[in-house]
């Protein structure tokens, strides 16, 4: 597959050893991941809401938790895409396939020297437009920080506007750009502790992020070719719901740049080519800092 390398981000202090990732993902309920552990320690948040084993196709979405794969939108009609909330039919050993009016998508799944590797393919009509992310709701603790390359443009999305100065959204915009890692002077990359605030936002171009947690790191890294690839991030932070509001961080490599579709402008999502087919990766990789078991 071919793909480029985004700028690196730093590292954690201290020498890091490889740490083993297992995953564990359920066909029938979209191709949820449900499991993604290492050295002991659970990666995946599990939400509070019932009812996800009894979803039906374009339901509202059911904050589970784990990782929901989200197309050909995010936010938007149908809410978190259409293939979250359909069962997926297995194909051979890790590979799944759920089909679209639209288009097919087909995931292989594998466990690559410790590593977690998501091998997908879209086939669609030539021109067909598409948002696509790994929705990965994590576990972290309130000293948590998500590491991306400074300068990074990043877009606000409009829950942010009560967190600026009055009369710093822009009227009738859907977003508000800034520079990683406080976009409008508004800091995103403390994850924690619970402030009552719920910020998502974008980074634009940037298809490597880190997330630190005390001396464990997990690293998600998005390859594609000739497509535009982001980070999305939901800080949720006891925020939202406005009732039982509760806390829960996504990290999300992404396909695009924007949450909906429908505010997508040109370059703002990916654009199925002549070939018919899109062809991505998703690297999730984890380490912890010598001298921790």
């Known amino acids: ?34 499991s993604l552990r290492g050295g002991g320690r659970e990666w995946l948040w599990r939400g509070p809401q019932p009812g996800r084993g009894a979803v039906r196709p374009d339901a509202a979405f059911v904050d589970a938790g784990g990782l929901e794969e989200c197309l050909p939108t995010v936010r938007g009609v149908p809410d978190h895409g259409e293939v979250w909330s359909r069962p997926w039919r297995e194909t051979a050993p890790g590979e799944t396939v759920v089909v679209r009016p ?30 696509w992310a790994a929705h990965a709701l994590l576990d972290l603790s309130p000293a948590a920080r998500l590491v991306a390359p400074a300068g990074t443009p990043t877009r606000l999305h409009p829950e942010a506007a009560a967190l600026l100065p009055p009369d ?20 995103l990359d ?38 535009p690839r982001a980070t999305a991030l939901w800080r949720n932070l006891r925020g939202w719901p406005e009732t039982d509001p509760y806390r829960s961080i996504g990290v999300e490599p992404m396909l695009g740049r924007a949450f909906d579709l429908a505010d997508a402008g040109p370059g703002d999502t990916a654009v199925v080519p002549a070939s018919g087919e899109v062809a991505w990766r998703l690297t999730v990789s984890a380490h912890r800092s010598e001298g921790h078991r």
């Open 1 to 34: 597959m071919a793909a480029t390398r985004s700028a690196s981000v730093d590292e954690p202090g201290g020498p890091q050893r490889p740490v083993p990732l297992r995953i564990v993902a359920d066909a029938a309920l979209g191709g949820r991941w449900t």
């Open 102 to 131: 639209d288009f097919t998508l087909t995931r292989r799944l594998r466990e690559r020297d410790g590593a977690v590797v998501a091998d997908y393919r879209l086939t669609a009509d030539p021109g067909y437009r598409f948002v």
């Open 168 to 187: 710093a959204w822009p009227a009738g915009r859907p977003w508000l750009t800034g520079d990683w890692p406080a976009p409008a002077g508004l800091a």
């Open 190 to 227: 403390a994850l924690g502790p619970d402030d009552g605030t719920a910020v998502g936002a974008v980074l634009v171009d940037c298809p490597r992020v880190r997330v630190v947690d005390g001396p464990d790191a997990l690293t998600l890294e998005l390859e594609c070719a000739d497509q």
